[in-house]
């Protein structure tokens, strides 16, 4: 129990330390507000692909689909505008907490 806790500690430390880095990029290399495309990757299932979809509702984003040769996994683009860096980051939190087995790229 104790080496699981240790384990999730660690990966959230990893992720801050990812998020953290992918901000100082996200600021030096744009200006804000600006249209930022996020990548992910999903087990094909209209479900999978839904919950994807559903956490950019109503935010104006432009959403394609394209699933893989063997059709095992959905490839999701989607085009979006955000107002800052901490805004996309939430985005990405928000998908891997909410969407079994995505793969952000």
Same mark, same amino acid.
């Given at each position: 129990?104790?080496?699981?806790?240790?384990?999730?500690?660690?990966?959230?430390?990893k992720?801050?330390?990812?998020?953290? @880095?992918?901000?100082?990029?996200?600021?030096? &290399? $744009?200006?804000?507000? =600006? %249209?930022?495309?996020?990548?992910?990757?999903?087990?094909?299932?209209?479900?999978?692909?839904?919950?994807?979809?559903?956490?950019?509702?109503?935010?104006?984003?432009?959403?394609?689909? @394209?699933?893989?040769?063997?059709?095992?996994? &959905? $490839?999701?683009?989607? =085009? %979006?505008?955000?107002?800052?860096?901490?805004h996309?980051?939430?985005?990405?939190?928000?998908?891997?907490?909410?969407?079994?087995?995505?793969?952000?790229?």
């Amino acid at each position: 129990m104790l080496k699981k806790q240790y384990q999730n500690m660690s990966e959230q430390s990893k992720s801050e330390e990812f998020y953290a @880095k992918l901000k100082e990029q996200l600021l030096s &290399t $744009s200006t804000w507000p =600006n %249209v930022y495309l996020y990548k992910f990757i999903v087990p094909t299932s209209a479900e999978k692909i839904g919950q994807v979809e559903n956490v950019f509702n109503n935010m104006g984003a432009v959403i394609k689909t @394209k699933e893989s040769k063997n059709g095992k996994y &959905t $490839s999701v683009s989607i =085009n %979006v505008r955000m107002t800052d860096p901490d805004h996309v980051i939430l985005k990405y939190k928000e998908i891997a907490e909410k969407v079994e087995g995505v793969i952000s790229l």
